[in-house]
């Protein structure tokens, strides 16, 4: 899931880069406005796509700690019982 989202803003980022490249070479003012909206509109769909990645970002990360809180337990458990058998 995260590397499609990365692959997504990557892409975003490249058609970014052209439309200022066109933007900067069109020949009227109105050309260069319609390429600058268009970029505009771009940019917040990458940004949109940024923080759906950091949201997976965080959600991975919870999800890893709780599996490092869960087996944190069952070795405790596992010591306990060891434990109480040697005694």
Do not use: C, Y
Request: charged fraction near 40%; aromatic fraction near 4%.
């Amino acid at each position: 899931m995260k590397s499609g989202l990365e692959q997504d803003i990557e892409e975003i980022d490249r058609e970014i880069k052209e439309m200022r490249r066109a933007a900067a070479t069109s020949p009227t003012l109105a050309e260069k406005l319609a390429w600058q909206k268009n970029q505009r509109e771009i940019e917040g769909r990458r940004g949109k796509l940024r923080r759906e990645l950091f949201a997976r970002h965080d959600k991975v990360e919870m999800q890893r700690n709780n599996l490092i809180g869960e087996l944190e337990e069952q070795l405790q458990q596992q010591l306990e019982e060891l434990t109480a058998f040697i005694e």
